[in-house]
């Protein structure tokens, strides 16, 4: 595997996250300036197995950087998790020549370039393009900073109107198995409750921190919840909280996929940028089938084959300033 990359391949799967949009314009622009042939491919590996593959140039990403979503389209392909859409998909990229891939999604898109890149001799780097931000290997990813906030700014005004009322709001955020969403938008709009996949939650405690404030007339309380909760999100956590503590004027707020959309933050853009420039690199000089992230503000290198092993981790350290600023 190597042997010298001239054409490359880009695109984004799995669900989308702001700043795709800036990481495809570098890796398209980092590309041409060293004189190689960049296509885009649409809807992730659909695009692929479908050969819905076309070349890019300078232009083609004149003023994205500041739009959400993805102009190349993302899905999950199921094709491409047989080994006859994986040939299909091997035979497209080989009739146009291309002899290299750059992958901007999450963990699941990175076992299918793992799978993809054992079977054939076409190298791959990842890019962590997920909202998530459970990808080992990396401080961020791409379209969490956006993501978090977007969230900061929906529960800043919840707690407006919660305070208005002296009602408790459960707000649910995203983050099937991952709390980070959660983690990161409760602490900074001072949630009395955070509750993350990640973490067994205590409902009992939950109800006991919850009466006691209410002893103390403090109405007004905010917790936020990840999706992937174990009780099943907010519906399931305010069902319980109702008739354990039925004087409790209890709301359910769910954000949903407003956390998906929007202009990328000034930081997502920057790291999208890096990182889509760095991935071309790593294709120049021959570091094949690695995941490209950013640790202590350096590019850091993960072979694929690790990075879809591992999870990102929520230390205890939050935990406990989670305990302690919500007391």
Same mark, same amino acid.
């Given at each position: 595997?190597?042997?010298?990359?001239?054409?490359?391949?880009?695109?984004?799967?799995?669900?989308?996250?702001?700043?795709?949009?800036?990481? %495809?314009?570098? /890796?398209?622009?980092?590309?041409?300036? +060293?004189?190689?042939?960049?296509? @885009? $491919?649409?809807? *992730?590996?659909?695009?692929?197995?479908?050969?819905?593959?076309?070349?890019?140039?300078?232009?083609?990403?004149?003023?994205?950087?500041?739009?959400?979503?993805?102009?190349?389209?993302?899905?999950?392909?199921?094709?491409?998790?047989?080994?006859?859409?994986?040939?299909?998909?091997?035979?497209?990229?080989?009739?146009?020549?291309?002899?290299?891939?750059?992958?901007?999604?999450?963990?699941?898109?990175?076992?299918?370039?793992?799978?993809?890149?054992?079977?054939?001799?076409?190298?791959?780097?990842?890019?962590?393009?997920?909202?998530?931000?459970?990808?080992?290997?990396?401080?961020?990813?791409?379209?969490?900073?956006?993501?978090?906030?977007?969230?900061?700014?929906?529960?800043?005004?919840?707690?407006?109107?919660?305070?208005?009322?002296?009602?408790?709001? %459960?707000?649910? /955020?995203?983050?099937?198995?991952?709390? +980070?969403?959660?983690?990161?938008? @409760? $602490?900074?709009? *001072?949630?009395?409750?955070?509750?993350?996949?990640?973490?067994?939650?205590?409902?009992?405690?939950?109800?006991?921190?919850?009466?006691?404030?209410?002893?103390?007339?403090?109405?007004?309380?905010?917790?936020?919840?990840?999706?992937?909760?174990?009780?099943?999100?907010?519906?399931?956590?305010?069902?319980?909280?109702?008739?354990?503590?039925?004087?409790?004027?209890?709301?359910?707020?769910?954000?949903?996929?407003?956390?998906?959309?929007?202009?990328?933050?000034?930081?997502?853009?920057?790291?999208?940028?890096?990182?889509?420039?760095?991935?071309?690199?790593?294709?120049?000089?021959?570091?094949?089938?690695?995941?490209?992230?950013?640790?202590?503000?350096?590019?850091?290198?993960?072979?694929?084959?690790?990075?879809?092993?591992?999870?990102?981790?929520?230390?205890?350290?939050?935990?406990?300033?989670?305990?302690?600023?919500?007391?």
């Amino acid at each position: 595997m190597k042997k010298k990359v001239t054409k490359i391949g880009v695109l984004t799967s799995g669900g989308d996250a702001p700043g795709m949009n800036a990481c %495809i314009r570098a /890796v398209v622009r980092t590309g041409i300036y +060293y004189g190689m042939d960049v296509y @885009g $491919i649409m809807r *992730g590996y659909t695009g692929m197995v479908e050969n819905d593959i076309f070349q890019m140039e300078s232009r083609s990403v004149a003023n994205i950087i500041q739009r959400g979503g993805t102009i190349l389209k993302t899905s999950r392909c199921k094709d491409f998790f047989t080994s006859e859409g994986r040939k299909k998909a091997y035979d497209n990229l080989t009739k146009l020549g291309i002899n290299g891939l750059v992958i901007i999604g999450g963990d699941g898109s990175f076992r299918g370039a793992q799978t993809f890149s054992n079977e054939y001799d076409i190298p791959c780097v990842g890019l962590p393009g997920t909202i998530d931000k459970d990808i080992a290997g990396t401080d961020f990813t791409i379209g969490f900073d956006t993501a978090v906030n977007t969230a900061v700014e929906a529960i800043d005004k919840i707690r407006d109107t919660a305070d208005a009322h002296d009602r408790l709001f %459960i707000i649910e /955020v995203m983050g099937r198995d991952a709390g +980070y969403i959660a983690l990161h938008s @409760g $602490i900074a709009t *001072g949630a009395e409750n955070i509750l993350i996949p990640e973490r067994k939650t205590d409902i009992e405690e939950v109800i006991k921190q919850l009466a006691e404030k209410e002893r103390r007339h403090k109405l007004v309380n905010i917790i936020v919840v990840a999706e992937g909760d174990e009780f099943g999100g907010a519906d399931e956590i305010a069902k319980i909280i109702k008739a354990r503590l039925p004087m409790q004027d209890v709301r359910v707020c769910i954000l949903g996929h407003i956390q998906r959309g929007g202009s990328p933050t000034c930081f997502d853009r920057l790291i999208a940028s890096r990182m889509g420039y760095s991935a071309v690199e790593c294709l120049m000089e021959g570091k094949f089938n690695v995941f490209v992230g950013m640790v202590n503000n350096r590019m850091y290198f993960t072979p694929l084959n690790e990075a879809v092993k591992k999870k990102q981790r929520i230390s205890e350290e939050w935990m406990k300033i989670v305990r302690i600023l919500a007391s």
